[in-house]
């Protein structure tokens, strides 16, 4: 059977006199993969290709492993992204350039683990969107330089660059950043000035955590023929119950096993993105502040009405 190579093309369009504000805020996050234990993935279409710029789902760490922070001059940092390579194997070169004006025993030990260190970055820019530097694929180059001044006028540096070769340029992160001060929830609103993130202060991310403090009721249900098929709900990584109560802002993941021909996993009645691994899909959200209804869709064929089904979390 022939491969479906309809091209991925759409149209770009700016209207004139929309804000595009440049730079980026003064913390950066970070930690090593090897604290990482899934990674959040690409859409992509049944060709592997990614069709999106922004990653599915949230980074979930080892026990006890959180993101560390080092806070910046926005003003001298900057993050950038170049092509790279041959046709048909071109990706792109993503590059952060971030200055701490420090030079003290903190700021040099630095160095120590960062250094030979294949590490992730989280960037968040002046419009309130977290975009990663690190990849599942390949190593991350991190190199710290240190400038102690010159001078009465001079100015003290240690400057932490990074280079790392990604599908896209630093792609956009809509999942939880679990720190030591707390969880942050990187919103796709954030133009809108509702992102619960941290720009450069504990208080974001506590005063996010006050706005999620009730729970509400996750359900779900499968519509259509799905066979031998299982569709399971974890919070936090732990399987629950359709119907059980959930807190707001608590990460969801949808799991379905042998899930051949799911067209789409819906929350509240909106397509959410899915990641395939072999036969098993996955789909991550953050819990919102209602009562919420998941739901996971299959072809209707013969001997089936399509009607709701119970959720079965095959135990």
Not at 92 to 114: I, R, W
Not at 224 to 233: K, P, Q
Not at 248 to 254: D, E, P, S
Not at 301 to 314: Q, T
């Amino acid at each position: 059977m022939a491969k479906n190579c309809s091209p991925l093309q759409r149209s770009l369009e700016w209207c004139m006199g929309t804000p595009e504000l440049p730079g980026i805020r003064r913390r950066i996050y970070y930690i090593a993969k090897s604290k990482i234990v899934q990674w959040p993935k690409y859409v992509r279409d049944a060709n592997r290709r990614s069709t999106e710029a922004t990653l599915s789902g949230s980074f979930l760490l080892a026990a006890d492993a959180k993101w560390q922070f080092i806070d910046i001059l926005a003003d001298k940092s900057q993050l950038t992204s170049e092509g790279q390579g041959e046709v048909p194997s071109q990706t792109q070169l993503n590059k952060l350039t971030a200055v701490h004006p420090g030079v003290g025993p903190e700021a040099t030990a630095a160095a120590c683990y960062l250094n030979n260190s294949d590490n992730v970055f989280i960037i968040e820019d002046m419009k309130g969107l977290y975009r990663v530097v690190g990849s599942e694929k390949w190593l991350t180059k991190t190199t710290v330089a240190q400038d102690n001044g010159q001078g009465p006028t001079g100015a003290t540096s240690t400057t932490i660059s990074v280079e790392a070769t990604d599908e896209v340029p630093a792609p956009f992160y809509m999942g939880v950043i679990e720190t030591e001060d707390g969880e942050i929830f990187c919103s796709d609103d954030a133009e809108s000035g509702n992102a619960g993130g941290n720009s450069g202060s504990n208080s974001g991310s506590n005063s996010g955590n006050n706005q999620n403090a009730n729970s509400y009721q996750l359900t779900a249900n499968r519509i259509g023929n799905y066979g031998n098929a299982t569709m399971n709900l974890y919070v936090d990584g732990a399987l629950v119950n359709s119907g059980s109560s959930v807190q707001a802002g608590k990460l969801v993941r949808v799991v379905v096993n042998n899930g051949d021909d799911l067209s789409q996993i819906s929350v509240n009645g909106s397509s959410i993105n899915m990641s395939v691994d072999e036969s098993t899909i996955t789909a991550t959200f953050t819990m919102p502040s209602r009562n919420t209804v998941v739901q996971g869709y299959w072809p209707v064929s013969g001997g089936d009405d399509g009607g709701d089904e119970p959720f079965d979390d095959g135990n």
